[in-house]
């Protein structure tokens, strides 16, 4: 049982470039979410997903697309990375009380 | 719309009691959390209370929330080298389950 895991662990672009980020939860929650965690800021919501089948947008949603492919499965997608999007990027899922978070990825844009 | 605060650096002797604050703006909260953030891990939930709760204590955490102020606070009883962390604190509304997080309190636990 690995709870949510995020793949890669760490990535670094170049400008312009574009990758998705990965995020799988063997929990079987509805909610999953994308976040972005930058020092002094704390966390904020890029995009959530409900149920599978729905997504919407939260905080800081310019510069990124999502789609949840099944129950299990969140991705977030970057189509031409800048610099200001050089972050550690959190999965999360929805307990009854508790969100649970993945071990995030490191992602630096140069 | 949410806003929580937080003092970011606290610094503190190892065995003293650390006190971590956080204030929050929405009224209509339901769920107040504290999670906890070890270098390079993600959040960890530690505790959480109930908007209609004052205090809730579980071993060497306790919680006070004071709705009037919309203040609440977390003490960390005997603090350990173990607790060097970032903590954040959150809160979620009563429509639907996302969470608002502070920026986060670093927390350093000094001998």
């Known amino acids: 049982n690995a709870g949510v895991t995020q793949t890669p662990k760490f990535q670094v672009l170049k400008t312009g470039q574009s990758m998705t980020l990965q995020c799988a939860q063997d929990m079987n929650h509805n909610s999953m979410y994308w976040y972005r965690q930058d020092p002094g800021m704390g966390l904020r919501l890029i995009y959530y997903s409900a149920s599978e089948g729905t997504t919407d947008k939260g905080e800081v949603p310019n510069g990124y697309n999502v789609s949840r492919l099944n129950k299990r499965e969140f991705s977030l997608r970057l189509e031409s990375a800048a610099p200001s999007q050089t972050s550690v990027y959190f999965c999360?899922?929805?307990?009854?009380?508790?969100?649970?978070f993945g071990p995030g990825t490191r992602l630096t844009v140069t | 719309g949410e806003d929580v605060e937080q003092s970011l650096f606290l610094s503190v002797r190892e065995g003293d009691s650390s006190v971590i604050n956080c204030t929050y703006t929405d009224s209509s909260s339901t769920y107040l959390y504290w999670y906890k953030q070890e270098p390079g891990a993600g959040l960890q939930l530690l505790t959480y209370?109930?908007?209609?709760?004052d205090m809730k204590q579980d071993q060497r955490l306790t919680v006070l929330l004071n709705k009037k102020d919309k203040h609440l606070s977390l003490r960390i009883a005997d603090t350990q080298t173990g607790d060097s962390a970032i903590y954040f604190c959150a809160e979620s509304l009563s429509n639907d389950y996302k969470l608002s997080f502070g920026a986060g309190t670093t927390v350093t636990v000094r001998a």
């Open positions: 209370i109930f908007s209609n709760m």
């Open positions: 999360a899922t929805d307990g009854a009380y508790e969100q649970y």
